[in-house]
């Protein structure tokens, strides 16, 4: 069985949340990561969250948005994330 190796996380964000009109609105937020180890390689990244979510009636919604995140992983030392989400809600 492999040892464990210990380690931790830093990471700090910053940013603003609001709305841009009446039907639509905008979060942008921005940071920096880090994750250090007792054995193997350490890493560090910038880290950024946006999202904007329009409504153009009162019964539709939809957003689109991106995340990067860097965390420690259970295999290897750390993972980086990318990924791009929307979401469309339709209330009836």
Same mark, same amino acid.
């Given at each position: 069985?492999?040892?464990?190796?210990? %380690?931790?996380?830093?990471?700090? !964000?910053?940013?603003?949340?609001?709305?841009?009109?009446?039907?639509?609105?905008? @979060?942008?937020?921005? %940071?920096?990561?880090? +994750?250090? &180890?007792?054995?193997?390689?350490?890493?560090?990244?910038? @880290?950024?969250?946006? #999202?904007?979510?329009? #409504?153009? /009636?009162? @019964? +539709?919604?939809?957003?689109?948005?991106? =995340?990067? $995140?860097? $965390?420690?992983?259970?295999?290897?030392? &750390?993972h /980086?994330? =990318? !990924?791009?989400?929307?979401?469309?809600?339709?209330?009836?």
């Amino acid at each position: 069985a492999a040892a464990r190796n210990d %380690g931790s996380r830093w990471a700090f !964000r910053a940013g603003i949340n609001g709305a841009l009109s009446a039907r639509l609105s905008a @979060t942008l937020m921005a %940071g920096y990561a880090a +994750v250090f &180890f007792s054995r193997g390689p350490e890493s560090d990244s910038p @880290t950024l969250n946006a #999202q904007v979510r329009w #409504q153009p /009636s009162e @019964t +539709v919604k939809w957003s689109l948005g991106y =995340d990067r $995140t860097l $965390t420690a992983a259970f295999q290897g030392n &750390f993972h /980086s994330n =990318d !990924r791009v989400a929307t979401q469309f809600d339709l209330l009836m």
